[in-house]
């Protein structure tokens, strides 16, 4: 079936697909294993992300997830963060991982990691956290350096993740401004085919309608392989012309949001896990979400499945103050969707909210 122009309809599907509208997960864990990942950066921000994928919960309950172990962080796509599912961790960072770890060879070398200190590093975190320790990115660091290990510059950092790349870590809560890192438990990874297959149909079932070049750049993965996994899985998926491109999409029916308006975290998938984000944002707003391209993405207004405008939160005693920046002047109809759509938020901070 072809379809002609960019209207809200991709956007409101993919709100569906995504499950900020009609979710139906029980958990944390399911909300992840539908996306496949979710950018986990902006740790606060992607706290919403789930609460907002889990109508009701709040935000001791997301954290209680993350403490439990129910979620999972770890450098999966792109060697960025992502929270995964325990039952995914494995299997993704095997059809993802060496790519990365070969990816950084320029960089090991410019920080002088050679094999065997990386070989070591890695053993020395992995025996510090033995007996269910959860130990601080400084904690670590001062282990590696007890024995020898220079933590200097950007060495520490690559050291850790090198560990994660491995299976042997992932990172938990944070204890104030640090992150903790635990023991990943053995799993087990997929054939490659059938690794290329699963990813490829999560990601189109969840963010659809969307591009094998929207794929490319959220999965990391060359295109030849992005094609591959993409290929054995179309039977599953609807395909469909939009501005003479094609895009592909789950065969679930999307159902019309009763809440037209939403307040999306920085980082949030209806923004990161797509290569052209002009569905949803006017180009000349690309800049207001990303200035300069700087890669810090701000928290977002939604409303009918497009941007109109962004948001930050200041969190008082007894309130979180809501400070809208709309592209341009919101209707009194909008404005209204707001206070609703603030008040989930405060709901899930157990404060009160304050639109400004």
């Known amino acids: 079936m072809g379809l002609t122009g960019k209207t809200t309809t991709t956007g409101l599907r993919r709100l569906y697909h995504q499950r900020i509208t009609h979710p139906h997960f029980k958990d944390a864990a399911e909300v992840v294993s539908w996306l496949g990942a979710m950018q986990g950066q902006d740790y606060l921000g992607t706290k919403w992300a789930f609460g907002l994928r889990l109508p009701g919960s709040t935000d001791a309950d997301i954290e209680k997830a993350i403490v439990d172990g129910v979620v999972m962080r770890t450098w999966a796509m792109r060697g960025t963060l992502h929270f995964v599912a325990p039952d995914d961790i494995h299997w993704l960072l095997g059809l993802l991982a060496p790519r990365q770890i070969a990816g950084n060879k320029g960089?090991?070398?410019?920080?002088?990691?050679?094999?065997?200190?990386?070989?070591r590093s890695t053993e020395l975190i992995v025996k510090a956290l033995q007996d269910g320790a959860h130990l601080t990115r400084?904690?670590?660091?001062?282990?590696?350096?007890?024995?020898?290990?220079?933590?200097?510059?950007?060495?520490?950092?690559?050291?850790?993740?090198?560990?994660g790349l491995e299976r042997r870590v992932y990172q938990g809560e944070?204890?104030?401004?640090?992150?903790?890192?635990?023991?990943?438990?053995e799993g087990k990874t997929l054939p490659k085919e059938e690794a290329l297959a699963e990813l490829a149909l999560r990601y189109f079932s969840s963010r659809g309608?969307?591009?094998?070049?929207?794929?490319?750049n959220w999965s990391g993965l060359p295109i030849t392989e992005a094609r591959a996994g993409l290929?054995?899985?179309?039977?599953?998926?609807?395909?469909?012309?939009?501005?003479?491109?094609?895009?592909?999409?789950?065969?679930?029916?999307?159902?019309?949001?009763?809440?037209?308006?939403?307040?999306?975290?920085?980082?949030?998938?209806?923004?990161?896990?797509?290569?052209?984000?002009?569905?949803?944002?006017?180009?000349?707003?690309l800049d207001a979400i990303c200035p300069g391209g700087n890669g810090i993405f701000?928290?977002?207004?939604?409303?009918?499945?497009?941007?109109?405008?962004?948001w930050q939160r200041t969190l008082k005693k007894k309130t979180v103050e809501i400070n809208l920046q709309p592209f341009r002047p919101l209707s009194q109809e909008v404005i209204d969707k707001v206070d609703a759509a603030a008040q989930a938020f405060g709901h899930y901070l157990g404060l009160n909210p304050v639109i400004k």
């Open 107 to 119: 960089r090991y070398k410019q920080l002088e990691l050679d094999e065997p200190t990386l070989i």
């Open 138 to 163: 400084p904690e670590l660091f001062d282990i590696l350096e007890t024995n020898g290990i220079s933590t200097a510059g950007q060495r520490g950092v690559y050291m850790l993740q090198r560990a």
């Open 174 to 185: 944070m204890r104030g401004k640090d992150t903790t890192f635990h023991i990943l438990g």
């Open 209 to 216: 309608p969307a591009t094998l070049a929207d794929y490319v």
């Open 231 to 285: 290929e054995s899985v179309k039977s599953k998926l609807i395909e469909e012309t939009i501005d003479d491109q094609t895009y592909w999409l789950s065969t679930e029916k999307h159902q019309h949001p009763e809440q037209a308006l939403y307040l999306l975290p920085g980082f949030d998938e209806y923004i990161l896990g797509y290569k052209d984000r002009t569905t949803v944002v006017e180009p000349e707003f």
């Open 298 to 310: 701000k928290p977002t207004i939604v409303y009918d499945g497009q941007v109109v405008g962004i």
